[in-house]
């Protein structure tokens, strides 16, 4: 999921608790409405709060939000499709396999080649050598 719909999900349900309890809501009762885990719900109360959107009130036993800045949420990056870029990372990857495998051929030629010219010069020896041989 990206940081905007993210974001709009974090507000939206700050929101709604606040809205049913009267009173700005525990992280952990956002997190369950959310059905995420605390740790992420920690990572986004954190990002959010750095940005301005909500605001967090901390007591030693919990962490209190409320909503800020809603408007901020606008300026954070929309729908970077997780696919498209691992597309990418594919045809990326395979392109790089791809010359890879022709520097290994272009090698393998090369060598080919030279195993070629070494076979032709020890036969041109050994001519050489049983014509001298015969005379």
Same mark, same amino acid.
């Given at each position: 999921?990206?940081?905007?719909?993210?974001?709009?999900?974090?507000?939206?349900?700050?929101?709604?608790?606040?809205?049913?309890?009267?009173?700005?809501?525990?992280?952990?009762?956002?997190?369950?409405?959310?059905?995420?885990?605390?740790?992420?719900?920690?990572?986004?109360?954190?990002?959010?709060?750095?940005?301005?959107?909500?605001?967090?009130?901390?007591?030693?036993?919990?962490?209190?939000?409320?909503?800020?800045?809603?408007?901020?949420?606008?300026?954070?990056?929309?729908?970077?499709?997780?696919?498209?870029?691992?597309?990418?990372?594919?045809? /990326?990857? @395979?392109?790089?396999?791809?010359?890879? *495998?022709? +520097?290994?051929?272009?090698?393998? %030629?090369?060598?080919? #080649? /030279?195993? @070629?010219?070494?076979?032709?010069?020890? *036969?041109? +020896?050994?001519?050489?050598?049983? %014509?001298?041989?015969? #005379?």
């Amino acid at each position: 999921m990206d940081a905007y719909t993210e974001a709009h999900l974090f507000v939206a349900a700050i929101r709604v608790l606040q809205h049913q309890g009267g009173c700005p809501p525990n992280l952990e009762d956002v997190c369950t409405m959310l059905h995420v885990s605390v740790e992420l719900g920690h990572t986004l109360c954190r990002k959010l709060a750095k940005r301005g959107i909500i605001e967090t009130f901390e007591d030693p036993f919990s962490i209190k939000l409320a909503v800020a800045n809603h408007l901020e949420i606008e300026t954070l990056p929309k729908k970077v499709t997780e696919e498209n870029s691992l597309a990418k990372e594919l045809e /990326k990857f @395979q392109s790089e396999k791809k010359n890879v *495998e022709q +520097k290994v051929a272009t090698i393998q %030629a090369e060598m080919a #080649k /030279k195993r @070629q010219d070494l076979f032709a010069d020890i *036969e041109a +020896k050994f001519k050489k050598e049983i %014509a001298k041989q015969k #005379k």
